[in-house]
Structure formats: C-alpha cells, structure tokens
C-alpha cells in the first residue's frame, strides 16, 4: 500500500532553506536535509526533486519572501524617501542581526558562477530590487523630497552595492556600530 505524502512543503523548504544558508550548498548533504525537514529521503524526491532543485525551490522561496516583504514595508510609508532611509536602515539592521549573512549574496558567491539557472533567479531578484528602489528614488523625486537630477538608476545601483559590502564588513568585524554609522551615511549623502 501507498504511503502519503504528509508533510507542508513550505513549511519543509523553510527548513532547508535554514540548512543550504547554514552550511552552503555544496556542504549541505541530502542527510543534513532530510533530518531537518524531518522527512525520508523518497518523500523529498518524489515532491521537490534532487539536492539542486530543492535548492532552487528555496533560493525562489526566500527571494519571493524578501520581495513581499519589501513591498509591504514601502507600502506603509507615505513618503518615498522615508520609505528609502527605511530601507537603508532596515537593510543594516538584517546585516547585524544574521550573523550568516545574505542568503543571496552567499548563494551568488558559492553557487552562481557556475550555476547558470541559480544565476538567473539571483539576477531576476537583483533586478526587482533595482527597479524597487529606482521607483521609490523617481517618486521622490516627482514629490521634491529629492534632487530632480537624481539619476534613479544610478542611486539604485549604488544603494545596492554598498550595502553587499557590509555584510563582508560585519562578517569580519563583527562591529554593529560600524554598521549603523555606514548605513547613516548613505543616508545622509543621497538622502540629503
């Protein structure tokens, strides 16, 4: 007789998702994931398929979470740029509180570069958050909370790359107030 499936995937892929950000994809094992997920190993094969494409289920989880929640967060503004310096400040905040970094930004480094299919749904999440934050930049612009030869674009690329960088900073330094002081400067020189 037949054994059902019993388990909430969502709930499953959370798990190893907390697994691949913990150890890396490459060391996490399929053992590592089962007992997390608290499922056998034919379970998670016949629903989510093999190591790769449980891991492109979570890496489309946690983007599609993270793109929710931005949305949501922006939403609750009715200024663009309040909307902005949150943005910022929220962005050190998740820097300091996760000590293991970026689930993205880890992925991009381990996994991406010889991962053209994970590549792609890391570009895709880096192109929302491009045009999220380039939308937010032209609003404020439209309502003078900014500069009207704000380049929206370029402000967003820079926003971007300068906070990638601080997870590197508090990795090694371990410093929130390091954090706090650079994301306060971003703040102070696009946000003026």
Same mark, same amino acid.
């Given at each position: 007789?037949?054994?059902?499936?019993?388990?909430?995937?969502?709930?499953?892929?959370?798990?190893?998702?907390?697994?691949?950000?913990?150890?890396?994809?490459?060391?996490?094992?399929?053992?590592?994931?089962?007992?997390?997920?608290?499922?056998?190993?034919?379970?998670?094969?016949?629903?989510?398929?093999?190591?790769?494409?449980?891991?492109?289920?979570?890496?489309?989880?946690?983007?599609?979470?993270?793109?929710?929640?931005?949305?949501?967060?922006?939403?609750?503004?009715?200024?663009?740029?309040?909307?902005?310096? /949150?943005?910022?400040?929220?962005? !050190?905040?998740?820097?300091?509180?996760?000590? &293991?970094? #970026?689930? %993205?930004?880890?992925? =991009?480094?381990?996994?991406?570069?010889?991962?053209?299919?994970?590549?792609?749904?890391?570009?895709?999440?880096?192109?929302?958050?491009?045009?999220?934050? /380039?939308?937010?930049?032209?609003? !404020?612009?439209?309502?003078?909370?900014?500069? &009207?030869? #704000?380049? %929206?674009?370029?402000? =967003?690329?820079?926003?971007?790359?300068?906070?990638?960088?601080?997870?590197?900073?508090?990795?090694?330094?371990?410093?929130?107030?390091?954090?706090?002081?650079?994301?306060?400067?971003?703040?102070?020189?696009?946000?003026?």
């Amino acid at each position: 007789m037949a054994r059902t499936l019993a388990f909430d995937q969502h709930e499953a892929i959370e798990k190893a998702l907390d697994v691949f950000w913990q150890k890396g994809y490459h060391g996490t094992s399929m053992r590592d994931l089962t007992e997390a997920m608290q499922i056998n190993s034919s379970s998670l094969y016949n629903t989510l398929g093999d190591k790769h494409q449980l891991f492109i289920h979570c890496v489309k989880q946690y983007t599609l979470k993270r793109r929710l929640l931005l949305e949501q967060r922006a939403n609750s503004f009715k200024s663009p740029k309040k909307a902005l310096e /949150s943005f910022i400040q929220d962005v !050190a905040d998740v820097v300091i509180k996760d000590a &293991q970094g #970026c689930f %993205a930004i880890k992925t =991009a480094f381990e996994v991406s570069p010889a991962d053209k299919g994970i590549q792609a749904l890391l570009k895709e999440d880096n192109d929302f958050t491009h045009q999220f934050l /380039s939308r937010l930049i032209r609003e !404020a612009v439209q309502k003078d909370e900014l500069d &009207q030869d #704000c380049d %929206a674009a370029l402000v =967003a690329d820079h926003i971007i790359s300068t906070y990638t960088g601080w997870y590197e900073l508090y990795i090694l330094h371990q410093d929130p107030v390091k954090i706090k002081k650079l994301a306060a400067y971003l703040v102070r020189q696009l946000l003026r």
